[in-house]
């Protein structure tokens, strides 16, 4: 059974850093690309970002309303998903989600969240 | 404004079909695979449709996706209380070197 368990989240001052995990089992997980997307509360989702399989050594995308605060990397050996999240706003208050990205198809399995929230 | 438009809201009443539209265009939906979530309160969202019109193992058949051009659809038929959830729409955009969702349509049966 596919299970992806994210962790790290909390209350953070604006300006903050904050590092999220995300635990993998039940599938490959060096295999697959991999999806951090969030939402902030009563609205959407929101893509943040996403970081590709060995195969596609690792690189790496990012929405622009994140781009140069926050990072993505995994370590593979531990089947672990990471979120280095940086210079933090207001605005990053969301639930984020962990997702699993199987090549050419799309996000299949989702995490249930961790809160992230950027108050003073 | 997400770069998916879906309406904000459907509603239907037991047993109905219901569809919800997501438009987009050539630099994603146009492109691309649509994929379709259900949300429902307080839960994470699960894949209901991939590929545009492939159903994962457990999703009714009552579910069904189709794409044409720069659009796609999600169609729900025999309407059930417990298909009341939020639904995205999702494409990757090659302009925008990302993946795009729709704002959700809120779905109440009557």
């Known amino acids: 059974e596919v299970q992806l368990v994210e962790s790290g989240g909390g209350l953070v001052q604006p300006g903050g850093s904050l590092r999220l995990s995300c635990a993998a089992s039940g599938f490959t997980f060096s295999d697959h690309h991999m999806d951090w997307v969030r939402q902030a509360p009563g609205k959407g989702l929101e893509w943040v970002g996403l970081?590709?399989?060995?195969?596609?050594?690792?690189?790496?995308e990012y929405a622009a309303s994140v781009k140069g605060r926050f990072t993505m990397s995994r370590d593979d050996s531990k089947n672990s998903l990471y979120l280095q999240m940086n210079s933090l706003k207001i605005e990053d208050t969301a639930i984020y989600y962990c997702a699993r990205v199987p090549r050419g198809k799309g996000v299949d399995y989702w995490g249930q969240g961790t809160l992230v929230t950027v108050s003073p | 404004q997400s770069v998916l438009t879906q309406p904000p809201s459907a509603s239907g009443t037991p047993g109905q079909r219901v569809t919800i539209s997501c438009s987009g265009s050539?630099?994603?939906?146009?492109?691309?695979?649509v994929n379709w979530y259900q949300q429902l309160p307080g839960t994470a969202p699960k894949l209901l449709i991939y590929?545009?019109?492939q159903r994962p193992s457990g999703v009714p058949d009552r579910f069904s996706g189709s794409k044409s051009g720069t659009s796609a659809s999600l169609a729900i038929s025999g309407l059930q209380s417990e298909d009341e959830a939020d639904y995205y729409c999702a494409a990757w955009d090659a302009s925008l070197n990302g993946r795009v969702f729709g704002g959700g349509t809120k779905l109440t049966v009557l």
């Open positions: 590929i545009n019109d």
């Open positions: 970081i590709r399989n060995k195969a596609d050594s690792h690189t790496t």
């Open positions: 050539s630099s994603n939906i146009g492109s691309s695979i």
